[in-house]
């Protein structure tokens, strides 16, 4: 197994097989010209790299990509790792060739906190330590609902101020990340070129915080008018105030339906992985790539 880094032209190359996985209602040059603006984003560009393992002849074995990130584990902050876009070609597949290349690329620095979502079973990832947790992707009917909650718009470092100040909501310790503007800019470049894609006019005000029953509750909402939801961030999912406002901001955008992740061990519908946590829990903050 030969392991390198993929250029440019790599990557183009494997949009056509990711789409066919992950690339939704988006055709393959709709997902490759995606892909190609997040990964010329700065940060992109500073924290993202492709990884392509090959046999002797040059053809692929599997490959996957790595973001930078930073955590809060415990009480510390540390660098880690958003494992991303596994993918390993049909006819290279029952092979081990993707944990052997995971197995590499953790071996560069293997005290360092990683995440990942796998389509695989979790005993697939529990090999190399991870650890198995359970989450719900929750897709609500957008429909006019009464709020009494007060919600203010935030710029994006009040937004990251806010999420850093907001750990009570942390029902146990736990993992987050610990968001920076230029991370939280990535995330809406998706967005930017959905809406220019649509043809329509991404709002400007996407961050917020809540004054709900007495609680201060950041909130993020974006539409994605291709997947036709309001992608939400929402750090208290048990809040009906923060709920409702997502389902209203759905209304507002004219899309059908808002989407959240919560914490749910009872029916889980993710089963995302971590490895070299603290504590084997790690909140939504960690898990919401919008």
């Keep these: 197994m030969i392991i390198e880094i993929a250029e440019d032209l790599d990557r183009l190359a494997l949009a056509r097989p990711r789409s066919e996985l992950w690339g939704g209602p988006l055709s393959t040059a709709q997902y490759a010209e995606r892909n190609i603006r997040l990964y010329a984003h700065p940060f992109g560009k500073a924290k993202i790299i492709t990884w392509l393992a090959r046999n002797n002849d040059g053809n ?3 490959s996957l990509d790595t973001f930078e990130v930073k955590f809060r584990s415990g009480k510390e902050i540390v660098t880690g790792y958003h494992i991303a876009s596994v993918y390993t070609p049909p006819d290279q597949r029952g092979h081990d060739h993707a944990r052997k290349l995971l197995s590499t690329v953790l071996s560069k620095n293997p005290s360092a906190l ?3 979502f796998s389509d695989l079973r979790p005993s697939y990832y ?16 957008a429909q006019a609902v009464d709020r009494r909650g007060l919600e203010t718009a935030l710029d994006s470092k009040s937004f990251v101020k806010e999420l850093a100040n907001r750990k009570e909501f942390l029902t146990k310790p736990g993992v987050t990340v610990e968001y920076d503007e230029l991370y939280l800019d990535w995330h809406i470049e998706r967005f930017r070129y959905f809406s220019e894609l649509t043809q329509k006019r991404l709002p400007t005000e996407i961050f917020w915080i809540g004054e709900h029953s007495g609680k201060l509750h950041p909130i993020a909402s974006i539409p994605n008018f291709v997947s036709g939801n309001e992608e939400g961030m929402v750090l208290d999912g048990q809040c009906s105030h923060c709920i409702n ?7 507002l955008h004219g899309l059908p339906s808002a989407r959240f992740w919560v914490e749910d061990r009872v029916a889980p519908n993710k089963i995302p992985m971590i490895r070299n946590a603290a504590v084997p829990w790690v909140d939504r903050q960690a898990l919401d790539y919008w």
């Design 114 to 116: 990683s995440i990942l």
């Design 126 to 141: 529990e090999k190399l330590g991870y650890e198995s947790f359970s989450m719900r992707e929750n897709i609500l009917s």
């Design 245 to 251: 406002f997502l389902v209203n901001q759905a209304v």
């Design 60 to 62: 692929l074995l599997t």
